[in-house]
């Protein structure tokens, strides 16, 4: 469901809190902007808060193949998630991972010996991750689900960053509910440079909106790490998927073999832009 034109709101950056910001492309009926101040790329005006959601109840697929599907799609992304949160925190750790979907990650991190937390809006990954893992999930949105401060000694948000309405204030609530000196490990896409290569030519709605409300690239999101209260940001391509359709899957392997091959190559100072990235964080200093 998509919001009446006149609620819409207009918002300021939220990496460096411009408001100077011409509009970069269109996509559904939707303004996506590009920061003079910082390059941030983003939906503006957007949907209200409420609009996530509701938006996202039923955003995942139910049907018991298509979930199968999707474990697939994101197993190669999932085992290199384990195996940075094992290098970075052992167990038994205390994990969330918001957004967690059907809670493949946390069912793989429960595995390793971890004690896992999830938090879910969307039905289908609830009745999953609980009914058929037997995981621990609540239906909450990390910035309502009144978690304790200092709770966590990591925190995993995959393709979470691009949905949220106010991604300041969603980072500054990872840092609060992490210990000093906690992981943040968050995946997201990075649409903005496919989108300048192929909209000569056609609109491939590479943006997503108004699901996705923002594009981060690195330096956007490692800017706006640090001013929420983190530090050693480090971003790495973390796996690629696996679509169910072959193109894409050719596609998507070809792109991510490439990515990881660069990154691999300079000791990842140069990632290839477009695939998307895992960007891990420590949480610095005392939690506000």
């Known amino acids: 469901?998509?919001?009446?034109?006149?609620?819409?709101?207009?918002?300021?950056?939220?990496?460096?809190?411009?408001?100077?910001?011409?509009?970069?492309?269109?996509?559904?009926?939707?303004?996506?902007?590009?920061?003079?101040?910082?390059?941030?790329?983003?939906?503006?005006?957007?949907?209200?808060?409420?609009?996530?959601?509701?938006?996202?109840?039923?955003?995942?697929?139910?049907?018991?193949?298509?979930?199968?599907?999707?474990?697939?799609?994101?197993?190669?992304?999932?085992?290199?998630?384990?195996?940075?949160?094992?290098?970075?925190?052992?167990?038994?750790?205390?994990?969330?991972?918001?957004?967690?979907?059907?809670?493949?990650?946390?069912?793989?991190?429960?595995?390793?010996?971890?004690?896992?937390?999830?938090?879910?809006?969307?039905?289908?990954?609830?009745?999953?991750?609980?009914?058929?893992?037997?995981?621990?999930?609540?239906?909450?949105?990390?910035?309502?689900?009144?978690?304790?401060?200092?709770?966590?000694?990591a925190v995993a948000a995959f393709y979470v960053i691009e949905h949220v309405h106010d991604p300041r204030a969603f980072l500054a609530e990872c840092r609060r509910i992490l210990r000093p000196g906690g992981l943040l490990m968050l995946r997201w896409p990075h649409s903005t440079p496919l989108v300048r290569l192929t909209r000569p030519f056609a609109d491939l709605r590479l943006y997503d909106v108004p699901s996705h409300l923002q594009d981060f690239s690195p330096r956007t999101l490692g800017r706006l790490l640090r001013a929420t209260g983190f530090g050693e940001v480090r971003h790495g391509i973390g796996g690629f998927t696996a679509p169910e359709w072959r193109l894409a899957r050719w596609a998507a392997a070809a792109g991510g073999l490439a990515a990881e091959a660069l990154a691999w190559a300079t000791r990842g100072h140069l990632l290839l832009p477009g695939p998307s990235k895992t960007t891990t964080a420590r949480a610095a200093g005392n939690a506000s």
């Open 1 to 153: 469901m998509s919001p009446a034109p006149g609620d819409l709101a207009a918002v300021p950056c939220a990496v460096c809190g411009g408001t100077d910001a011409p509009l970069f492309h269109e996509e559904s009926g939707y303004a996506i902007v590009r920061c003079r101040g910082c390059g941030f790329v983003y939906v503006n005006p957007r949907p209200p808060p409420a609009h996530r959601a509701v938006h996202h109840r039923d955003y995942l697929p139910s049907a018991p193949e298509e979930v199968e599907s999707w474990r697939r799609m994101m197993d190669r992304v999932v085992r290199g998630a384990v195996s940075a949160v094992r290098r970075a925190v052992p167990p038994p750790a205390r994990v969330l991972d918001v957004g967690c979907g059907y809670g493949f990650l946390l069912a793989a991190l429960r595995e390793e010996g971890y004690a896992v937390e999830g938090l879910e809006v969307g039905a289908p990954g609830l009745a999953w991750a609980r009914g058929k893992l037997g995981l621990e999930v609540r239906d909450s949105l990390l910035e309502e689900a009144g978690l304790a401060a200092g709770a966590y000694d």
